[in-house]
Structure formats: C-alpha cells, structure tokens
C-alpha cells in the first residue's frame, strides 16, 4: 500500500495542494507536532475551503530532535490526515480528511538560509508556536552568523532583526505573534524573551523599540485534546479503507477553542472566527486562560505521573481506574477549584465539562505524550494552586502533596545512552523527556541517594531546593517536604515488598 502523498490523491484533492503551493507564505509555524497540526492547521484548512484564507504556511521544528518528524511530513509532500471523532451535539461522529496547509517544510538546522528569507519576506504576517512552556524560557546563547540559533525566542529575536535590516525599520512590516504555548500570558513572555537576546547581542536600541512597537506578542490560550496518532489496529483499519498509509495520522476530538487578547478587526487578516471556528478575540485573557491551565491542564500533569507509576497508559483509562480516577476529581474539585478567583459553581460547570471530554469513548490519550516536560507544566499548572495554599497560611491540600510527589517520584531517573529512564512502581521502564540540564541535575541528586542510601528527606530537601526547576526554594513551604518524603517512603516500602 502507498503512502500518502500527492500521488495518491483524487483532482480535487490535487487542486486544493496546488493553490496551497501557489498562495504566498504568510504564516511560519515553528512546531511539528500533533498539537499545532491537529488544531491551527485544521483551522487553516478550514478557512482556506472556504475561500476566505488565502495564504499559506512554513512549517519548520523548533528542536533538532524534531527532524525525523519534519523529513517525514516533508515525504508526504506536507500532507496528513486528521481524523476528527468523539461527542458532537449529543451524537457520535467520525470525520477523516486530508489536510494541507504547507507550502514550505523544512529543518531549520540543516537549511537556515531558509529561514532567513522567509524573515524578510513582504508576504510573512504571522509565526504561530508551540514549542512547550520549557521553549517559551530565555536562555542565554552566542549568536554566529549562518548558524542556526537553538531557542525559540532567540530564533524570533534574530530573525527579526534581519526583518528589522531589510524595511529599514519600517512601522508596517512588523509581524503578529501567536504563541499556543500553555503559559500565561505566553505573548508578554516571548516578548520579554526576544528582547533579552537582543539585549545579551548588543543589538540597536532602535530595534528593541521596533520589537516593541511595530510587532504584536499576542497573549492567547488553545484548549483541543489532540491525541495524535491512534491505536495500530484503528490505523490499519483506516488505512485499508483509504487505500493509502499515513504515518503522519493524527487524531482529535470536535472541541476546539481558541481565546485570543486582540481586537476582533484581526479575524480580517487571519479569518478563523468567521469560517465559522471557535475563536474568540477577547479583552482580557486571564479568566479564559486560568480555567483551562489549571483544571484542565492542572488535572492532566496531576494524574499523568501517578498513573505511569501505576502502570496506567491513557487518561480515560485512569479516570475509570477506582482509586487513582476518584482522587483526580476529588483533587480538582476541592482543591484546585477552590485556588481560584472566580465564581465555584462557574468553575464546576467548567470542570464538569472537561471529565466528560477525558471520558470521550473515541479519545485514547496517552500519558506518555501529556508526560513530556511535566517539570515546567507542573510549575505552570499547579504550583500556583500550591501557592495559593501556602501563602495565604492554610495547610496544602493532601491531594496536591500527592501529586507533587508522584512528580518527584516519576523524574527519580538515571542516564541511558542519549536518554533518561525511570522505573515505575510496578518494576516498568519508562523514558522521561524534558529540558537535558534539569534532567541531568535531578539524575545527580537521586544518584546520590541511591549510591549512598541517604534518607528520602535529605534527597526531598535537595530537590525542593533546586529554585531553577520551581522558581523558587519549596522547602520555605511548612509541610511539603514532610508529606512528600512520607509518601515516597510508602511506596519505597511497597516495592521492597514486592
């Protein structure tokens, strides 16, 4: 059987991917991965068949390990198929369609050229991201020219100083940022970021008041369960039935919102709300983005370590699990509910709705995908919920305690060639990808407990310490350390038993 690629394609499929290839880039997209491709690329395509989008996107990775992903996506002549199912107005629905969106697929590292002109091309509008929460921090690095910069924000910062040089400063040929990264206020911080580098690179202050004033950092929040691709035999079964393989497939669910902080005139210059989509151009993002980031998202980085160390694969595995899908609603709704400044029974509604999302039949979302950097997730979904407990003088709820310690539980980590590997309660290997420098400080100090069989509370209080992973030193908090080293003295002593 082929795989999917123009080829395979009827006329009016090919018709569509010619006017994509003839429309001018006016979109660069940094981020490969399901998410982006199962949410803003849908919106495109859906835009576009309805003739009221008439550009076309760059797609490059925003990390050197994205590059098999990107020579893949580059094979299938930037084509994929997104399978929509779930709950839809009460009724079940699966829809399939081949999307295309992207003229230009590329690998940044390998063709940085590349990159560079699209900077200085008139036609480019917008850089949609997703690189995580971990690839929206500044991190201090040289610029060499005709290297490619590793950070995302650098990447921004340099490339819009070529922009900058080519329109000699010009007010109108800035650019519209729309960060998808699950941080808030992710605009304000790429901003913020971009201008380190320029700061640290001795650019022209002239520029940094160009970034500025002449270019938009648009705070936004996305919230789709992207589940990316699904089980083999589903795979298989689709594949036998469209007569083509698609390694590329992707999966998702109907809902979709996009709250972005922006006048609603811009849906002129990138019309997703009036194709009908859920996008909102709203006034002030924040009881939007709370929400999500900490219910939702707060939800997911608190179940996903506890389950991978129970031996639990997919979300709506662990919501019908007994025990561990009772306490992440109890947790949700008593605890994290509660951290926040908004009316309860509004929040409840909210929630409610997000565990019938978890418990969609067509959803198989795995833990191991939500797993990846849990560290900077953590500190952005649920350390604010710690927070609120902490500095306002209450104790921490036992249901967060529980799942900070499953946190530190999960990153007790060694080094394994090029990667790091934990071991579950159940004896289970399994990969831990996050930033290599966090990775490589909490493998030391675990690596110290485990050579020299210190105590659990020397260890807890070594790693609560590590202000670079949590922004701050925990240990200040009364009775973290405690109810973290108490639980991972219980399950040490259940594995020692087993």
């Known amino acids: 059987m082929r795989a999917l690629n123009r080829s395979v394609l009827n006329e009016q499929q090919i018709s569509v991917i010619d006017e994509v290839n003839a429309s001018p880039i006016t979109v660069l997209q940094i981020g490969e991965g399901n998410f982006l491709r199962g949410f803003f690329d849908w919106m495109v395509h859906e835009s576009r068949k309805q003739g009221l989008f008439k550009g076309s996107v760059a797609v490059t990775q925003p990390r050197p390990s994205g590059k098999p992903k990107i020579e893949a996506l580059a094979g299938q002549d930037g084509l994929y198929t997104l399978v929509v199912r779930g709950i839809e107005n009460g ?27 699209l900077a200085v091309s008139p036609d480019l509008q917008f850089v949609v991201s997703n690189t995580t929460e971990a690839g929206l921090v500044y991190r201090p690095e040289p610029l060499t020219e005709g290297t490619p910069i590793v950070s995302f924000p650098g990447k921004v910062a340099y490339l819009l100083y070529r922009r900058y040089l080519a329109f000699e400063g010009a007010s109108d040929r800035g650019l519209i940022f729309l960060p998808c990264e699950l941080l808030e206020r992710n605009g304000d911080s790429l901003q913020e970021a971009v201008l380190k580098y320029a700061a640290d690179w001795e650019l022209p202050v002239p520029f940094a008041e160009w970034v500025r004033t002449s270019n938009r950092f648009l705070n936004s929040l996305v919230d789709r369960i992207v589940t990316g691709y699904p089980d083999q035999d589903q795979a298989e079964s689709w594949f036998s039935d469209w007569g083509y393989r698609d390694e590329l497939l992707s999966t998702t669910e109907p809902y979709h919102l996009w709250a972005i902080e922006g006048e609603p005139e811009l849906d002129e210059r990138l019309p997703l709300k009036s194709a009908g989509l859920n996008v909102l151009w709203v006034d002030d993002l924040k009881p939007y983005q709370q ?166 509370a020397v260890t807890v209080t070594q790693l609560l310490s590590e202000s670079t992973l949590w922004g701050q030193d925990l240990n200040r908090w009364p009775g973290v350390a405690e109810a973290v080293t108490s639980h991972l003295t219980e399950w040490t002593t259940k594995e020692n038993r087993t």
């Open 291 to 456: 929400r999500k980031v900490r219910i939702l998202n707060g939800a997911h980085t608190l179940m996903t370590p506890l389950g991978i160390l129970h031996g639990v694969d997919h979300v709506r595995e662990l919501m019908e699990h007994e025990r561990l899908g009772a306490f992440v609603l109890t947790t949700a709704m008593n605890e994290i509910i509660p951290s926040l400044p908004y009316p309860e029974d509004e929040m409840r509604a909210y929630a409610d709705g997000v565990f019938e999302r978890y418990s969609n039949p067509y959803i198989r979302h795995r833990l191991s995908d939500i797993a990846m950097n849990s560290l900077s997730k953590f500190k952005a979904r649920l350390i604010p919920s710690l927070l609120y407990y902490a500095e306002g003088g209450e104790p921490i709820p036992e249901g967060l305690l529980l799942g900070f310690a499953a946190l530190i539980r999960y990153y007790r980590v060694y080094r394994n060639g090029d990667q790091y590997e934990g071991v579950s309660l159940l004896g289970l290997k399994y990969v831990v990808r996050d930033d290599a420098n966090a990775l490589e400080t909490i493998a030391a100090i675990w690596a110290k407990a485990n050579e020299s069989e210190q105590e659990l």
């Open 91 to 117: 009724e079940s629905v699966e829809r399939a369609e081949v999307i295309s969106v992207f003229s230009e697929v590329f690998d940044p590292y390998t063709d940085w050229e590349k990159m560079c002109r």
